[in-house]
């Protein structure tokens, strides 16, 4: 809330990552508390500034009698009684509401969705990228074709509801290393995902189109740049995406990807990367089995343009200093054919 206060304030917040603009339930709700602490809190703040104007102008020192003292009160039992009820009555009404705000942003993930079609995902945070695994939408288990589970990286992509049918996405948080915070400011409140233990959250928007997150939990080195961007699309749109995402890498379709794949399967970058259909069966690292499907690298820091990849894939630590990908110090025409696989990765 500081953070997100601050950028207020300093109106340097980008409006596509604004509190005060929610398409989600979990935000609207968010939102609503916020408005009602800040009016309660500036009525405080008009009572007791107005009570101490009025003070200092009607008690203030009067030339006309330099030597008497005014009248000494010790204690007023009236005034004490107010001045305890009060804030503990604001403070008890700020407590149901926090309650019924948690009820709305907390829902149980097994309750009743007759007539939805909810997507079920589970989110883990790895320093310093988001892994998706899909697990279900609406009563259908998602795999990958070759039955293995379908997993992608920092691109969350969800179908947007519709007035007959409700698409609540609902996320279990998990970490692989330290804490991080789920956070989509439009969509849902944070979260974070915490080792050892499982979280949820969930969001349900009717709008589609490109939402941009963000952990929200220090977590090392690149927190700052441990972005996620949340791609609701159509429900026939995401159809297209997840029937696609479900199938393994095409296969390279002439000699020089094949050459690309061969040094891609031969250089350490298969013991942190899976590429369903290959021998690359890594998971430490973001699957890349369909990575131009997305369209930023390196948790949504830059674009994914053969610029940037080509960078990437020379060296890392130039994009992202500190990543746990090290360089792997291939030629440059080796560089040029991982690439080339790479991009060939549809
Ligand atoms: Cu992950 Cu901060």
């Known amino acids: 809330m500081g953070c997100s206060l601050l950028l207020f304030a300093t109106g340097a917040a980008p409006s596509n990552t604004s509190i005060f603009s929610p398409v989600s339930p979990p935000a609207d709700t968010i939102r609503e ?17 107005g009570v101490l104007i009025y003070s200092l102008l009607r008690f203030r020192r009067r ?21 305890t009820t009060a804030p503990a009555l604001i403070v008890f009404v700020f407590v149901l509401v926090l309650f019924r705000t948690e009820f709305k942003v907390r829902v149980d993930p097994e309750r009743d969705l007759a007539g939805g079609q909810p997507l079920r995902v589970t989110v883990i945070g ?10 279900k939408y609406g009563d259908d288990e998602i795999r990958a074709a070759d039955g293995q589970p379908l997993v992608t990286a920092n691109e969350l992509r969800v179908p947007a509801s519709e007035s007959g049918v409700k698409r609540p996405i609902l996320l279990t948080l998990k970490s692989a290393d330290v804490a991080h915070s789920f956070w989509v400011p439009r969509l849902t409140g944070k979260t974070d995902l915490i080792p050892g233990k499982v979280n949820t959250t969930w969001f349900q928007t009717d709008r589609p189109g490109t939402y941009l997150g963000q952990c929200a939990e220090y977590c090392g080195t690149q927190h700052a ?19 696609n995402e479900r199938k393994p890498a095409a296969a390279p379709s002439n000699p020089e990807l094949t050459e690309g794949r061969d040094v891609f399967l031969r250089t350490a970058c298969v013991n942190c990367h899976r590429v369903r259909g290959t021998l690359a069966k890594g998971t430490f690292g973001p699957d890349l089995t369909h990575l131009m499907a997305r369209k930023t690298i390196a948790s949504g820091m830059v674009d994914n343009d053969p610029k940037e990849l080509r960078q990437w894939v020379d060296d890392p630590q130039k994009t992202k200093p500190g990543c746990l990908m090290p360089a792997m110090k291939l030629s440059e025409r080796e560089i040029d054919l991982v690439v080339l696989y790479l991009r060939s990765l549809k």
């Open 33 to 49: 508390l916020f408005f009602l602490v800040v009016a309660v809190c500036a009525g405080i703040l008009l009572v007791v500034e």
């Open 225 to 243: 740049n441990m972005l996620l961007r949340v791609v609701v699309d159509s429900p026939d749109r995401f159809r297209q995406w997840l029937d």
């Open 126 to 135: 790895h320093q310093w990228w988001w892994e998706y695994v899909y697990e």
């Open 63 to 83: 030339p006309t009698d330099p030597t008497t003292e005014p009248p000494q009160v010790y204690g007023s039992t009236p005034i004490e009684i107010a001045w």
